[in-house]
């Protein structure tokens, strides 16, 4: 009976999964690293699954449907002139970001009251969670503001990801990076701006905890330390999303 089950459900290598799925091997291991393909490694470090996994994301799995295909959706897809800054690694970075499933999902209480907490450790009226698509830079939890999303070409955190820590605009109009910027000549007129990478559990940057003020300012210390301290838990709740908590 085993032998039977293994035979109609072989073990497959990710060059086997990236030519069932039509997409790069690379891809094919951040979705296995980051959950959005179930997998387990071989003593020798490999990542391997079962045919069977692989045949629900390709057919009916409703937490596989909602995974985007970074070979196919061009919002997963580095931008061919990008007006922001990007990383060498800005296509792994995509495709993890399309693995959490997170872009376009419905408000969730564990991280709108991170965005709260973070308000309120830092006395900012605006704290955001973006996400950064290759168009959009598209919030999952916000406070202080309306709007949902704004082009990826407007993004301060397109610049905070860069950065292994806290990046920080004291006064947007006095950096030339940001003076002509729609956000800070327009609502929400930002001034100051802090925000600490998200990551996934590779370490791929898929966006920000950031908060905003239409003043210019500083952070003391212990707000500093409150924002990275909610930024660690913020990511980790974006590692247990989905897929990823299986692992």
């Known amino acids: 009976m085993q032998s039977n089950l293994q035979e109609d459900d072989p073990i497959l290598t990710t060059s086997e999964v990236a030519r069932l799925l039509g997409v ?15 997998s387990w490694k071989t003593p020798g470090g490999h990542r391997r699954t079962r045919l069977s996994l692989v045949q629900g994301l390709m057919h009916g799995d ?8 970074p070979s196919t959706d061009k919002e997963y897809q580095p931008a061919p002139q990008p007006g922001y800054p990007i990383g060498a690694n800005e296509r792994a970075r995509l495709a993890a970001l399309a ?17 709260r907490l973070a308000s309120m450790v830092t006395g900012s009226p605006i704290a955001l969670i973006s996400l950064l698509t290759s168009t959009r830079q598209w919030f999952k939890a916000r406070v202080g503001l309306a709007a949902r999303e704004t082009p990826r070409d407007w993004a301060f955190c397109s610049h905070a990801i860069l950065k292994n820590e806290l990046f920080v605009v004291e006064d947007a109009m006095e950096d030339e990076r940001f003076r002509t910027n729609p956000l800070v000549l327009q609502e929400p007129h930002i001034r100051f701006y802090a925000g600490v990478p ?18 210019p300012r500083r952070l003391r210390a212990a707000e500093v330390q409150g924002l990275i301290d909610l930024a660690e838990i913020a990511s980790s709740e974006i590692q247990a999303t989905g897929r990823n908590s299986r692992n």
């Open 198 to 215: 998200l990551r996934d559990k590779s370490g791929q940057p898929l966006g920000t905890l950031c908060v905003i003020d239409r003043e």
């Open 99 to 115: 693995a959490t499933g997170l872009v376009d999902t419905d408000e969730e209480a564990r991280f709108d009251r991170l965005v």
């Open 24 to 38: 790069a091997t690379s891809t094919v291991q951040i979705w296995m690293e980051s959950g959005a393909i179930e």
């Open 62 to 69: 409703d937490q596989a449907r909602s995974t985007p295909n």
